[in-house]
């Protein structure tokens, strides 16, 4: 029998009819830490949950959820601070109700 290694980033992804935002925001977290083991350290949970929550067989407590938003979000920057200055100067501005 042939070995077969499984890549350091052994992420896997559920069947399209079990594709949520947890198991995309999931995915894209582990292949950025580097593997599912990596991330389970990272959300401090059981790499058997983990797999659980990348397979689509559950939802991710939203605590842990948000944890695995953060790893894929990039940081705010100060071009973001000031873009979302401008839109906040350019919109209409409210009448009074009366």
């Known amino acids: 029998m042939e070995n077969i290694e499984v890549p350091a980033d052994n992420c896997p992804t559920p069947p399209p009819s079990q594709v949520t935002v947890y198991t995309r925001v999931l ?22 949950t983990l797999y659980r ?11 842990i959820f948000l944890k695995a938003v953060d790893i894929v979000m990039p940081a705010w920057s ?19 109700e009366g």
Request: with cysteine; glycine share 8%; hydrophobic share 40%.
């Open 78 to 96: 100060s071009d973001d601070e000031l873009l979302a200055q401008a839109l906040r100067a350019a919109r209409p501005k409210r009448r009074p």
């Open 53 to 63: 929550w990348l397979d689509g067989e559950a939802e991710p407590p939203t605590p």
């Open 27 to 48: 995915h894209r977290a582990c292949q950025i830490v580097g593997g599912v083991e990596k991330l389970a350290g990272r959300l401090r949970v059981p790499v058997a």
